[in-house]
């Protein structure tokens, strides 16, 4: 009679330790699974977002500077520019914004591999804003005017044309255009959303037709440097190699390799793609757009 509950108890001893060693050896391999995953996870982050080795940028007062700069720096722009340029978008408010976004994005992309929130958001505030104050101050046919051709070299009759304003509905057209075109490629080609909001910002200067002239122009340009810099750093056998085994194995992966390691990482290699928009806004604001068939060299 007593050695039965002795026996259940030693049973139950036996399980309990059972338990605890198992746990024991189950919690080292789940500590190092999840260490493994994490190691992944930075690694994966660290080849989708490279890092530049230069300190970051003081976010607030990048913000007051590039919000500011319009206001002061502005008005000075556009009375030098007007005897340079007369009637043209690079002698208004609005240009002065533009090149102050394409030109600071570009160097920050260049060097840190990042365009800032401080560049886009002040600079698409101040583009609605001009063309919300054009539109308030200016009757319709003056409202762009700087897009005719036949007002190039032509001084601009009133302050206000000085805005560069196409107005505010057009405004809004061209940035929700550039954003929309830029999201769904950024989405297909798994890019970064920088690109995105600098369109955007640059859309609402420029408009639709321009906006839309200024994305192609911005892409044939960054094939362009893509491709010149590809064949320089590898020559052109090397890249058509790594790009048929990149693309080929997806359509015919039974009959193509894919891309090696060392393929994959060229094909990676970052771009700065704001040099490509500062080009691409160059060529269109120079009689570039493409979308009314007109080119820079006419």
């Known amino acids: 009679m007593t050695n039965e509950p002795q026996s259940a108890d030693s049973e139950t001893q036996l399980e309990l330790s059972a ?40 976010r607030k007062p990048a913000y007051y500077i590039f919000s500011l700069a ?9 009375y030098g520019m007007e005897t340079i340029f007369p009637g043209h978008l690079l002698s208004t408010l609005a240009g002065f914004v533009l090149l102050a976004i394409i030109c600071t994005a570009t160097y920050t992309d260049s060097t840190r591999m990042k365009i800032y929130n401080w560049i886009v958001f002040p600079g698409l505030f101040w583009a609605l804003g001009i063309n919300l104050a054009g539109t308030l101050l200016l009757s319709g046919e003056k409202l762009g005017s700087w897009v005719e051709p036949e007002q190039i070299g032509k001084p601009f009759t009133s302050w206000p044309e000085s805005l560069g304003a196409i107005g505010i509905g057009w405004s809004l057209l061209g940035m929700l255009t550039c954003f929309g075109v830029m999201l769904a490629l950024a989405i297909v080609a798994k890019t970064r959303l920088g690109d995105v909001k600098i369109a955007m910002a640059i859309g609402a200067i420029l408009g639709v037709e321009r906006g839309l002239s200024m994305l192609l122009w911005t892409h044939v340009a960054a094939g362009v440097m893509v491709f010149a810099f590809a064949i ?29 390691q060392e393929q994959t990482a060229f094909l990676k290699t970052y771009f700065p793609m704001a040099a490509a928009f500062m080009i691409g806004c160059l060529l269109t604001i120079f009689h570039g757009n493409i979308v009314q068939g007109e080119l820079p060299w006419n």
Do not use: C, M
């Open 19 to 58: 338990e605890r060693e198992t746990s024991e050896t189950l919690e080292p391999e789940q500590a190092s699974s999840e260490e493994r995953s994490a190691t992944e996870a930075e690694e994966s982050n660290s080849e989708e977002t490279p890092k530049s080795n230069l300190p970051e940028v003081p």
């Open 70 to 78: 319009p206001l002061v720096l502005g008005p000075l722009w556009v």
């Open 232 to 260: 320089w750093r590898v020559g052109p056998a090397y890249l058509l190699k790594a790009i048929f085994h990149r693309f080929g194995s997806r359509v015919a992966p039974v009959y193509i390799a894919p891309a090696d």
